[in-house]
């Protein structure tokens, strides 16, 4: 299975007066990004059997906008456990229960969806997301250890595939470079 993981778009400031947390939407530059980001994975032939999000306003927005440019066969489905505090062995259940599926997206939040990069057993993985947090979780699933981090362009994915040999190796990414 191929995974992809994609941290919501640009969000309204946490901490903005009078919006909760769990209220925060896309600003209109996050609309506008996430939609060109999207037409960049359609063009990369992007197709998941389902996109599974967390509920929460920001990755709800984020993932209809994928569904819209990707047009997976599957249904958008809300996990509420891809939400902040969720429960990590729940989000792996929702994978396992999607197996047959060639490619799976998941849409959600950080530091979560480095907590799923951070499992050995996924066999092939593409993050999508921001600055500086993301490069540091490709960094990582990269050099195991070595404390180095992966910048990422805007836009640029890091895919990344393992193997039982050697689970955290990555592919070589047109998308990022190593820094230390």
Known sequence: ?????????????????????????????????????ARGLRALAIAPGAILTSPLPRAAQTARILMKALAPAGALEEVRELAPGGRRSDVYGAIVARQDLAELMLVGHQPSLGEIVARQD?????????QPSLGEIAGDIAFPSSGAALDLKKGGPAPSRSSASSPRRAAPCSGCSRRA
Do not use: F, N, S
């Open 1 to 37: 299975m191929k995974l992809y993981l994609v941290r919501h778009g640009i969000a309204v400031d946490y901490g903005t007066p009078g919006v909760a947390d769990h209220e925060r939407a896309l600003t209109p530059e996050g609309i506008r990004k996430m939609e060109e980001a």
């Open 122 to 130: 996924l066999a092939e993985l593409m993050l999508v997301g921001h």
